[in-house]
């Protein structure tokens, strides 16, 4: 059993999500407010430690009117423990869980980082051999009361959660500008697929505009 993910995600209309130098701000106010309602909905936000490292993101309910306890559980995927000490994640806004792979448990759990964390209310998830097995982790965020998942990627997470067969549906707020840059970021990063037979298929089920962009949302079909 797993939560139902539902990837939501900004990028140009060339697919790019961040330009090369990091530059991600894409979206206008009108869809910064539709995120913040979806984080308002679902039960859990899931990034990846580079989205962590690169924008400290709080991760909560802020740009619309809420409570504390509407924020969702916020869920890093850290393979390598890498999380800083001083993210803003690892405050106590919402409850934050760390996923990080069984090949890094060891260093993480002997260091100082590790026990000021736990200390501060963070939990911790391992599994997986060098990289977060992000099955198990679905599986046990679902033991854990999670039934709806936001996932607000990065590129490298995002591909990996749909090669494993976890995103159920997209969201995507297509900006009208172009970047370009073959070293830009784009929607899904990762090794990708060999061939277009091997790519996961999309049904459009919804479209409307927001302000200056359009977001269109999506149905995954395995």
Do not use: W
Not at 45 to 57: E, S, Y
Not at 110 to 118: E, F, G, I, P, T
Not at 121 to 135: C, I, K, P, R, Y
Not at 177 to 202: H, P, Q, Y
């Amino acid at each position: 059993m797993k939560p139902y993910v539902i990837l939501n995600a900004a990028m140009t209309l060339d697919g790019k999500i961040a330009t090369e130098t990091g530059s991600s701000n894409i979206s206008g106010k009108e869809d910064l407010i539709r995120v913040h309602e979806l984080r308002k909905e679902v039960d859990a936000i899931m990034v990846g430690i580079n989205t962590v490292i690169a924008d400290d993101p709080r991760l909560t309910v802020h740009k619309i009117e809420s409570k504390k306890e509407d924020n969702p559980i916020r869920v890093v995927v850290d393979g390598k423990g890498r999380i800083p000490i001083e993210s803003r994640i690892t405050n106590d806004d919402a409850p934050t869980i760390i996923a990080v792979s069984d090949d890094y448990k060891s260093d993480l759990t002997a260091s100082d980082k590790y026990h000021v964390l736990k200390n501060n209310g963070v939990d911790f998830f391992f599994a997986g051999e060098n990289q977060v097995d992000l099955v198990k982790l679905m599986n046990y965020l679902y033991e854990k009361g999670v039934r709806t998942l936001m996932l607000e990627g990065g590129s490298t997470l995002n591909f990996s959660m749909i090669k494993d067969g976890l995103i159920d549906e997209i969201r995507i707020c297509v900006a009208p500008m172009v970047v370009g840059g073959v070293n830009a970021i784009s929607l899904f990063g990762g090794d990708g697929f060999m061939t277009m037979d091997e790519s996961v298929k999309l049904e459009l089920v919804d479209s409307f505009s927001c302000g200056k962009d359009l977001v269109l949302k999506y149905k995954v079909k395995y």
